[in-house]
């Protein structure tokens, strides 16, 4: 099984300055046919079921603000918050989907500062 | 636009059943994959399996093996997910999720979840 980390566990950032979360998976999962990192972040809010942001490790899913944005290739990848909004206090996830069972990190809670 | 729309909550003793049903609308029903995902409470996201389009091929996370089996009606576009002898640390909120597309595995809708209750 593929083994997704995430760090840190938790962070507070003042509104409007930068939120860095990241995401280590114990094996490649970068697609060589394709050059694509099987890899997705969401968001989850407390009494909701998660949100997708990206997908192959950077595409922004269609109606998510342009301050979330993911990068990384391989095993090693970031999700950054541009510019932290109160809305986006949540529990942040990485998954990865190159091969079953597909894993989930254990998450990285943002808090306001 | 694409809804999932889960069964209500559940209490159960433990070694019981559950049966939680997820209906689909808004789309093909028959050309996405499917998954079904767990939470306990106050924990993480954990994966239990996935099912076909058609129906007909079914990958359990290994831990669930032998004690999950995922199911979809194409006739009510209602997908199935039934786990067996439960146990306490079997209580979470339950969501189905349907992938993005054919050969891009990102979970883009989720349904509300149900909870499952296990206790005597």
């Known amino acids: 099984d593929i083994v997704m980390t995430q760090s840190p566990d938790s962070l507070a950032v003042s509104l409007g300055e930068r939120a860095t979360i990241n995401c280590k998976s114990s094996q490649s999962v970068l697609y060589s046919s394709s050059n694509r990192s099987h890899l997705a972040w969401y968001q989850q809010k407390p009494g909701q079921p998660p949100k997708l942001l990206t997908y192959?490790?950077?595409t922004r899913e269609s109606g998510v603000p342009d301050r979330f944005s993911g990068s990384g290739s391989g095993t090693d990848f970031t999700l950054t918050i541009s510019s932290l909004q109160a809305e986006d206090v949540a529990v942040y996830y990485c998954?990865?989907?190159?091969?079953?069972?597909?894993?989930f990190g254990p998450g990285t809670k943002v808090d306001i500062k | 636009q694409v809804q999932l729309v889960q069964s209500g909550a559940e209490v159960k003793k433990p070694g019981a059943s559950v049966k939680i049903s997820c209906r689909a609308s808004g789309y093909t029903f028959t050309s996405y994959y499917m998954h079904w995902v767990r939470q306990a409470p106050g924990q993480g996201l954990e994966w239990l399996g996935i099912?076909?389009?058609?129906?007909?091929?079914?990958n359990y996370a290994q831990k669930f093996q032998g004690r999950v089996t995922m199911t979809r009606d194409t006739s009510t576009t209602t997908l199935y997910m039934e786990m067996s002898s439960l146990r306490s640390e079997d209580t979470a909120v339950y969501y189905c999720a349907r992938e993005v597309a054919v050969g891009n595995g990102a979970l883009q809708y989720w349904g509300q979840g149900t909870l499952v209750t296990v206790s005597s």
């Open positions: 192959w490790a950077s």
């Open positions: 998954q990865q989907y190159y091969s079953s069972p597909r894993t």
């Open positions: 099912i076909n389009p058609s129906g007909t091929t079914t």
